[in-house]
């Protein structure tokens, strides 16, 4: 959506509804509920607001990605809590060159990806495990754009 020559939103909302059914597996039932790694809800918004007028060429674009929770696995009744992850870029153009400057997860949130659940032994209890997905990372891209 474009609410003026310089500033830009972007949205986006997505829902999902699914099912897997019950099925045994070494004397236990699973399922009977949602499938792992399927998060109901998606939200992202942006906005991108072009400096142009103040500085030809510069654009700032900031974008926030929330992500409901969600399964693990089958398996388990383990769930990821809901996240929210925010995202900048500052970006220049000049002449055929781009330089941007960006940075994901602004805020270095901690937020789960996997789920594990195991026996250790030897003392045959069962644990569950979390790897997390990527904490802040912030970067240069230099791009050039080749004309005809």
């Known amino acids: 959506i474009n609410f003026s020559k310089f500033l830009t939103i972007s949205k986006s909302i997505s829902f999902l509804e699914t099912y ?9 039932i699973y399922g009977n509920r949602e499938v792992s790694h399927s998060p109901n809800q998606k939200y992202s918004i942006g906005f991108l607001y072009d400096f142009s007028k103040y500085i030809k060429g510069l654009k700032i674009n900031i974008e926030s990605n929330y992500i409901g929770a969600f399964y693990f696995e089958e398996q388990n009744n383990i769930k990821s809590n809901p996240y929210n992850l925010i995202d900048l870029s500052i970006q220049y153009n000049y002449k055929n060159i781009i330089f941007s400057l960006w940075s994901k997860n602004i805020t270095n949130e901690k937020y789960p990806v996997r789920g594990y659940s195991f026996v250790l032994d030897p003392t045959y209890t069962i644990k569950s495990y979390q790897s997390f997905g990527n904490p802040r990372t912030t970067g240069i891209t230099l791009s050039f754009n080749i004309e005809d």
């Open 20 to 28: 897997v059914s019950e099925f045994e597996y070494r004397n236990t």
